[in-house]
């Protein structure tokens, strides 16, 4: 049992991560007491611009792109109610495959070392409890999702600090029946290629694997409107399709594969404090 107030840091990739996969953990841990740290290592530049132009299109400034995916994700954390909002800074290296990636301070491009030991400062400052991020293909493999896991984890193991380590996950069982739910509100979801050359990884895990289901639904409210704060990325966040009471009914629990631990809490688990209070 810590006897000090508890900490939790989430690492991210980019303006709008926090709040789909862990608006919920972060909202709860602030009603709760806990300080909350965002870690959000991207400024977003390959983002929709306004009326959703897209990257290398007519009209799409980077530098305005950043401003405004900054302002939209304070605004995220006020909802939230993150205590403290750190940003890397490193450029958006965009999808996998694009000239982005082999851009001059791409964060892809970036030595992990370098940007491990600027986050092992920040959990130096912060003295973090538990340390949420991705699992090694960044959940769906994007460059930038899988460089913050590497950082992190490297990160975690030059200080020695969270007691526990957490990579966001899903119930694999559950892909089929959202990507129908996505399909029926009118966005453009993929089912995996058979022909595509060589094994795509598999989003999620089966059930049995997932280690920490935490209810969230309390805090769904609060979920979609941090999400809805990103609104020039609306056109890309399906979620906000749904309204605000299906989303608090689909996006309500949020789950994770605890990865470290020095408390011994039993498994399976509904809090990322578990052996900590």
């Known amino acids: ?22 608006g919920g953990v972060l909202a709860r841990a602030a ?11 991207t400024d977003g530049r ?20 950043v401003a405004l995916r900054q302002a939209e994700l304070e605004e995220s954390c006020a909802v939230l109610k993150v205590s403290d909002l750190e940003l890397l800074g490193y450029a958006d290296s965009g ?3 694009w000239a982005t990636n082999d851009a001059p301070g791409s964060f892809w ?43 992190t984890m490297a990160a975690v193991a030059a200080t020695g600090i969270p007691a526990k380590v957490y990579w966001t996950t899903v119930p694999r069982d559950k892909m ?7 399909r029926e509100l009118g966005a453009d ?23 920490t289901w935490v209810d969230t639904a309390e805090y769904g409210s609060q979920k979609y409107k941090a999400l809805a704060a990103h609104a020039s990325q ?11 009471e299906m989303f608090t009914e689909v996006m309500g629990l949020e789950t994770f594969l605890r990865v470290q631990d020095t408390t011994g809490a039993a498994l399976p688990e509904d809090d990322l404090f578990a052996g900590l209070r």
């Open 109 to 151: 491009k970036t030595p992990v070392d370098e940007a491990a030991a600027r986050l092992a400062e920040l959990m130096e400052r912060y003295q973090p409890d538990v340390v949420v991020t991705y699992d090694e293909n960044g959940f769906y493999g994007h460059p930038d999702h899988i460089q913050a896991h590497r950082i």
């Open 189 to 211: 979801w993929d089912e995996p290629d058979p022909d595509a050359d060589g094994p795509e990884p598999e989003i999620g895990l089966p059930d049995a694997e997932i280690t």
């Open 46 to 65: 390959c983002g929709d611009g306004p009326g959703g132009v897209k990257p290398g299109e007519p009209g799409h400034d980077p530098a305005a792109v």
């Open 234 to 244: 609306g056109e890309n966040i399906f979620f906000l399709r749904m309204g605000e």
């Open 31 to 41: 009603a709760e007491g806990v300080r909350t740290v965002l870690v959000t290592c």
């Open 95 to 97: 999808m996998m495959g």
């Open 176 to 182: 089929a029946e959202f990507g129908r739910l996505m």
């Open 1 to 22: 049992m810590v006897d000090r107030p508890l900490t939790l840091m989430a690492v991210h990739a980019h303006p709008d991560d926090e709040a789909t996969g862990t």
